[in-house]
DNA sequence: GGTGAAATTAGGCTAAC
DNA sequence: GTTAGCCTAATTTCACC
């Protein structure tokens, strides 16, 4: 990988409709040697996937909820059924185990606080949870899926291929 | 929108390459149809992008950090000024204002911790900030950009067109 | 609303240099 | 790395249900 990767990964990150030609000019490469580079990319597993980003708003999950959980004196077992059942549910748009205070991290989306209750019910149905809490937010001001590309290591080898 | 249009964007949000014939068959709709159906998502703005997601690891920002930060005693220029700040750190992937304890919570990416350090001193660089907590993600348990589709309204016109 | 066919054009992909 | 061309598939338009 090298900077023109990183040019092409830039565009594809903001906007993956571009044609191959378009990022070719933009990147100052004719289309073949970008084609190329964009098919090893994905090989690579740089480039995981294409997705449609959806409008929160349209699709009536407006409302953003971050659950903090504690599970300190919990089993093995429970751990995994945990991370299973938390999983399964589509509001859950990310899950992260922490260091720290809070043990997991889960934001969820809903239409409304309403909503939250109810699939805080059901969550809570399917495995008994000692500590909880729910932080909501008020306000979006930032959120993307293009991730910081300034510190992409270029070498021979992909960093660990 | 309808249940047609709901199976449209439950594909697309899991892969944008699919071909508007792939879509159309899976969907039970012949690719005239489809077609228009996803032109009129797009316009609608249901649709809002097409992107690329990148693999983190291999563009070197394996770590999250989840930022809270209490601002209980500052201006609104302050305040302001802060967002802005905040926004044009390309490693803050989410920003929200927040209810109760925590007034904004920031999600960052960053390679490792020493990174991190060397963001977090950017950062109140450029604005004071008084209370701040960081809490590391250990493991990324689930991640998504798909967004539940259960919650959709289907009307004669969007929710809120 | 839907289907199916056909024409046009853009763009992915290949080949040859 | 380039330029040129093939050829699939996206995008229209059509007639019709």
Redesign the interface.
């Known amino acids: 990988m090298d900077r023109l990767d990183k040019k092409i ?1 830039r565009l ?6 571009l044609a191959v030609a378009d990022v070719a000019k933009r990147v100052g490469l004719s289309t073949t040697p970008c084609w190329r580079r964009i098919q090893k990319l994905e090989e ?18 407006r409302v ?1 909820v ?1 659950v903090s959980i504690r599970t300190n004196s919990h089993s093995t077992e429970w751990l995994k059924r945990f ?1 299973e059942v ?2 399964t549910f ?13 043990d ?2 889960l934001r969820v ?3 409304d606080i309403a ?1 939250y209750d109810a699939f805080y019910k059901r969550l809570i149905e399917k495995i008994e949870i000692r500590d909880v809490s729910s ?19 270029f070498d021979k080898e ?3 291929a």
Chains 1, 2 share one sequence.
């Open positions: 990964l594809l990150q903001a906007d993956s409709t690579e597993g740089v480039i995981k996937r294409r997705v449609a980003i959806l409008d929160p708003d349209k699709v009536n999950t953003t971050f991370s938390v999983i589509p509001e859950v748009i990310e899950f992260y185990r922490m260091s720290g205070d809070v997991y991290l989306v809903v239409p909503a932080a909501f937010a008020m306000e979006r001001i930032k959120s993307t899926t293009e991730l910081p590309l300034d510190y992409m290591v992909t960093r660990d």
